[in-house]
Nanobody, 125 residues
Framework: QVQLVESGGGLAQDGGSLRLSCAAS????????MGWFRRAPDKEREFVAT????????YYADSVKGRFTVSRDNAKNTVFLQMNNLKVEDTAVYYC??????????????????WGQGTQVIVSS
C-alpha cells in the first residue's frame, strides 16, 4: 500500500510558475511509475505527465509539453511537477498517482493503482 500526498498548489498568474510535489509513504516509490493527472472545473480528469520508475522516460500531454516537467527523487520518495508559463486553462485539481503496470506510459487512469487527494492550482489572468 502506498499513500500519496500532493502539495505546492496555490494561486499563480498567467505566465507564472508553480512546483508541485508528491510525497509517498508506506512503500518506496522506486518500483513505481508515477503520473500526474488533473481535473478542471466541470471536466473529466485528464492525463498530464508520467515518468518511469528509473527516471529514464517521461511522457506529456500535448497541452503541457514544453511547459511542464516531471521529475522524481527516489531517495526522498518524492515526485515533482514543475509548471512554467502557466495558463488560465491549467486551473485544476492536480493528482499524483503510482503505477505498477507496463502500460503506465499510456496515461490511462486504469493503469494507476494509488492516488493522492489532489492539490488545487488556480491560474489567474
Amino acid at each position: 500500500q502506498v499513500q500519496l500526498v500532493e502539495s505546492g498548489g496555490g494561486l499563480a498568474q498567467d505566465g507564472g510558475s508553480l512546483r508541485l510535489s508528491c510525497a509517498a509513504s508506506g512503500r518506496t516509490l522506486g518500483t513505481y511509475a508515477m503520473g500526474w493527472f488533473r481535473r478542471a472545473p466541470d471536466k473529466e480528469r485528464e492525463f498530464v505527465a508520467t515518468i518511469s520508475w528509473s527516471d529514464s522516460s517521461a511522457y506529456y500531454a500535448d497541452s503541457v509539453k514544453g511547459r511542464f516537467t516531471v521529475s522524481r527523487d527516489n531517495a526522498k520518495n518524492t515526485v515533482f511537477l514543475q509548471m512554467n508559463n502557466l495558463k488560465v486553462e491549467d486551473t485544476a485539481v492536480y493528482y499524483c498517482a503510482a503505477s505498477t503496470w507496463n502500460s503506465w506510459w499510456e496515461g490511462r487512469e486504469d493503469s494507476y493503482d494509488y492516488w493522492g487527494q489532489g492539490t488545487q492550482v488556480i491560474v489567474s489572468s
